[in-house]
């Protein structure tokens, strides 16, 4: 019965909101008066160490702007899908996949292909959109992916090819 | 340590937080490359932005040609070029172009398709037809020796028919086997667009429709 009760909505009158909101800017303009800008220091400017403490915040938060900047950055917030890249190479010793999803291997961000035989596989989450990729044999050899499309614009002498991956949300 | 004093610290601090992160943001390419060059990228980049055109494929660019060794002048070309391609494929397909259709219209353009075809076959394709994979798979048949005209033509009766991108996938493997085993390019594509074009279910007449009265 009590689980009951409680389960009934609470009606309050019209005019609560407005009396709620009345106070609430009543009492900010108040302790905004007593204050004045900046106010909030005041109350640790006598405390020698909750400023050194705001100071050390204050240079951790700077720092992380630093490395955030230095990190690539996409536009827009693209929906990943599973993307299998597959190479037939048996002589191979090593095969990795770089592409305009991972920088093209800048910074370590090559994915690393597992070898089966001689067929070499990886599967990672690339945005949806039209890309640009290859397989990098040997750690030096740049090979396009047979199975795909090419892509036209090989401006630097080595091979791509091209993948469109759709938005499975659509 | 009164408030004045606290104040001008905390100010002090905060300016002196700020100008690292300012600069580091102005650093349009967080990957290493001459200053030169950098500048040249960066004013480039700067030109797409006030042309409205998207700039994530230029950066793409940037890095594409680090990652393949190339120098500073090779990317500044390579990212120059694009950013006209780009321009042009802007121009060709309309202010309802997708990024990804900007970027693979510039690849097809690249390959020597013009703008005039791309605009075409937007405007057979429609507002809501994504022409990403076709100009993708346009600049792949185009690179693999297929004529220009003769590309442009399979794909745009593709589109004008109602093929799906998984269509037009198939298409272009198709094509390609064609090719690998000693097909003409032109030949290949008439071939395999005649059958794709063919093999597109015909929408039903009102005469077939099954009517169930109730």
């Known amino acids: 019965m009590l689980v009951d009760e409680l389960r009934q909505p609470v009606r309050l009158d019209e005019s609560f909101d407005r009396r709620v909101m009345v106070r609430v800017r009543r009492a900010f303009a108040e302790q905004r008066k007593s204050r004045g800008w900046f106010g909030a220091a005041s109350a640790v400017a006598h405390h020698p160490a909750w400023a050194a ?12 702007g630093v490395l955030r900047s230095r990190a690539p950055q996409r536009s827009g917030a693209a929906v990943a899908e599973a993307v299998q890249f597959v190479l037939v190479a048996p002589s191979a010793e090593s095969v990795s996949v770089v592409g305009d999803f991972n920088n093209w291997g800048l910074g370590d961000s090559a994915l690393v292909a597992t070898n089966h035989e001689g067929v070499w596989s990886v599967s990672a989450p690339v945005p949806a959109g039209v890309h640009r990729y290859a397989f990098v044999v040997n750690g030096k050899q740049w090979v396009a992916d047979p199975s795909a499309p090419r892509a036209s614009d090989d401006d630097f002498g080595m091979p791509s090819s091209a993948l469109v991956v759709e938005d499975g949300t659509k | ?6 104040r001008r610290f905390v100010a002090l601090l905060l300016g002196l937080a700020v100008a690292p992160v300012a600069s580091a943001q102005d650093s349009r390419i967080p990957f290493k490359l001459d200053p030169a060059s950098t500048a040249a990228i960066n004013a480039v980049l700067d030109s797409a932005v006030a042309m409205g055109i998207p700039t ?18 090779r990317i500044v070309a390579a990212v120059r070029t694009l950013a006209a391609d780009m321009a042009r494929a802007h121009r060709a397909l309309g202010t309802v172009a997708t990024t990804d259709e900007i970027k693979a219209g510039a690849s097809a353009m690249h390959a020597g398709v013009s703008a005039v075809e791309l605009g075409q076959m937007k405007k057979q394709g429609g507002l809501r037809r994504s022409l990403t994979l076709p ?49 003409p390019p032109a030949a290949a594509v008439e071939t395999r667009a005649k059958g794709a074009v063919n093999e597109k279910p015909k929408p039903e007449s009102p005469d077939t429709t099954i009517r169930l009265d109730f």
């Open chain 2, 56 to 73: 994530a494929p230029l950066r793409e660019k940037v890095y594409e040609g680090m990652g393949k060794g190339a120098d500073g002048p």
């Open chain 2, 135 to 183: 100009f993708t798979v346009l600049a792949d048949i185009v690179s693999r020796g297929v004529p220009v005209r003769t590309a442009a033509n399979a794909i745009r009766s593709l589109v004008g028919a109602g093929a799906k991108d998984q269509d037009i996938n198939d298409f272009q493997k198709k094509v390609k086997d064609d090719i690998d085993s000693g097909a």
């Open chain 2, 1 to 6: 340590m009164n408030v004045r004093t606290l």
């Open chain 1, 53 to 64: 403490a705001m100071a050390a915040c204050v240079v951790a938060v700077a720092s992380v």
